[in-house]
């Protein structure tokens, strides 16, 4: 009898740890996923915030849509952008912001937007972005911004306007351009890249020096094959004085601006 009481109590504590580890696992679960959904909001929002802060620097163009992925940090997430002109005031838009997600096992799959779901959508009104005018937003002088459009004139197919800069234009930019951009504009405001450089993060710094530093190679070796050709040419013609090669032209760029458009990613 002792023994059948004890075994009785033996499986009703067993049954009982047994719905205790249940619940528990079970609460454990439903904590995990409510981490894991909380962490996904906060992410889409901070997502989101990113891409109104570019829209309001100028750095997106308005367009009527605008599709594309966050990059190799973010693979799993993309945007779309949807731009309304205001009924009443042309100068405001209806902005729809969706920020998309679908997991990928692999980030060389390309991003379904069809596919993707849309895990946070935000309404908003923002005022369509205006170039940067440096002799009106900066107090720069007329004669130096004369000087900063002479220096700056080569690099895009029509140029960089001081009085009318959009930062889009910059992001369309190369390395290579941004470099050959970044000094007249420091000079322009009493800087120079030492100073640009103080305040980088360390993994952009290295890449603009390693860049830099390509650059000066680049240049030092065609230094010195058209000095080779002058000199010989030199030799050849007995006249002592040898002619330097005539300077390779820059790769240019489009203009870029308010009014272009760009391709939508799909």
Not at 219 to 225: F, K, P, V
């Given at each position: 009898m002792k023994r059948a009481f004890l075994l009785m109590e033996v499986?009703?504590?067993?049954?009982?740890?047994?719905?205790g580890m249940a619940f528990i696992g079970m609460q454990v679960q439903n904590s995990s996923r409510a981490a894991a959904r909380a962490e996904r909001t906060?992410?889409?929002?901070?997502?989101?915030?990113?891409?109104?802060a570019e829209f309001d620097s100028g750095l997106i163009i308005p367009e009527d849509e605008i599709e594309e992925e966050f990059g190799p940090l973010f693979p799993d997430y993309g945007w779309r952008l949807l731009i309304e002109p205001h009924p009443t005031t042309l100068d405001l838009n209806q902005i729809t912001l969706q920020i998309l997600y679908q997991p990928r096992q692999d980030i060389s799959e390309q991003f379904d937007f069809d596919e993707a779901q849309v895990v946070h959508r935000l309404y908003t009104l923002r005022v369509t972005p205006q170039p940067i005018d440096l002799t009106r937003d900066f107090g720069m002088d007329e004669e130096q911004a004369d000087d900063l459009a002479e220096q700056l004139g080569g690099v895009t197919e029509g140029g960089l306007d001081p009085r009318a800069l959009s930062p889009a234009i910059f992001a369309e930019l190369s390395l290579e351009e941004l470099l050959e951009v970044a000094p007249p504009l420091l000079e322009a405001f009493g800087m120079s890249i030492g100073d640009l450089m103080n305040v980088l993060p360390e993994e952009l710094r290295q890449a603009l020096e390693e860049a830099q530093a390509e650059s000066?190679?680049?240049?030092?070796?065609?230094?010195?094959?058209?000095?080779?050709?002058?000199?010989g040419e030199s030799t050849e013609s007995g006249t002592g004085g040898g002619r330097t090669s005539p300077r390779t032209p820059r790769r240019r760029r489009g203009p870029v601006g308010p009014t272009s458009s760009s391709s939508t990613a799909k």
């Open positions: 499986v009703i504590a067993v049954s009982i740890l047994v719905v906060m992410r889409t929002l901070l997502l989101a915030e990113s891409k109104f000066e190679d680049s240049e030092g070796e065609g230094a010195s094959d058209s000095a080779s050709g002058s000199a």
